[in-house]
């Protein structure tokens, strides 16, 4: 299992008065599920992307396994990491299962690897094979799509995921399903998993911690659910 360190993290966007994260500091422990609740606009997206290093702190350091995140090479970042969003963003001129594939195809998986993977990523996701395979994205609704930018991130088997308001569009039962298939990752793989909702039912169900942020991610709690419901 992989640890998650924010140093001192800062990010100002342009010049910005406020920045978007103001000098946060937190350690993500190997093989927990944490979440982050926070009003909107209070940085939550901006943390899971310099994490994932889609865009880079204007200060401050990120830890990732003990090793500095703006040290890995994109395929260190492919097997590392993992990355669900809300706006899914597939690639719409691909199939489902080439979508599914990417990630593994450039990390040079052969092509009966890549298949069988994407076979039991769609079930996971609840999503028959032969039904969605060789669909196309514009040919799924929204919490379909967001079904198959999880079995996306999860597909390379990443030990960290990072999980950014993943399920908003998903029916309540699938929800529930799929929020029960990241507690089992967590719990029998060791996944370090990091995890945004706007829900606290959702925080409290799933986390090992939740982060309570405030203003420029500023973190008001950071403990147990049991000991934040206890406040
Ligand atoms: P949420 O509140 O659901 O996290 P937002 O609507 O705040 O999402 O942001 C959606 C996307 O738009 C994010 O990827 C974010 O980086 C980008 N974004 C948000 N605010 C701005 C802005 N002022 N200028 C440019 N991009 C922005
Ligand atoms: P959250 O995910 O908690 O809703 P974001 O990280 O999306 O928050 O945004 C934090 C702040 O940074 C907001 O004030 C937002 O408007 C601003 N912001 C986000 N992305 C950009 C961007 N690309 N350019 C300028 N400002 C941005």
Known sequence: SVEIRLEEVTKRYG???EPAVDA???TIPAGE???FVGPSGCGKTTTMKMINRLIEPTSGRILIGGRDASSLNPDELRR?????IQQVGLFPHLTVAENIGVVPGLLGWDKARIRSRTEEMLDLVGLESGEFFGRYPRQLSGGQQQRV???RALAADPPVLL????????DPITRGNLQD???RLQ???GKTIVFVTHDFDEAVKLGDRIAVLGNQSKILQYDTPEAILAN
Do not use: T
């Open 181 to 183: 298939e990241l507690m």
């Open 149 to 151: 930018g999880v079995a």
């Open 24 to 26: 946060v500091s937190m």
């Open 80 to 84: 590392s990491i993992g990355y669900a």
């Open 33 to 35: 599920l944490v979440v």
């Open 15 to 17: 010049n910005r008065a």
């Open 187 to 189: 719990a029998e793989l």
């Open 163 to 170: 999980m950014d308001e993943p399920f908003g569009a998903v």
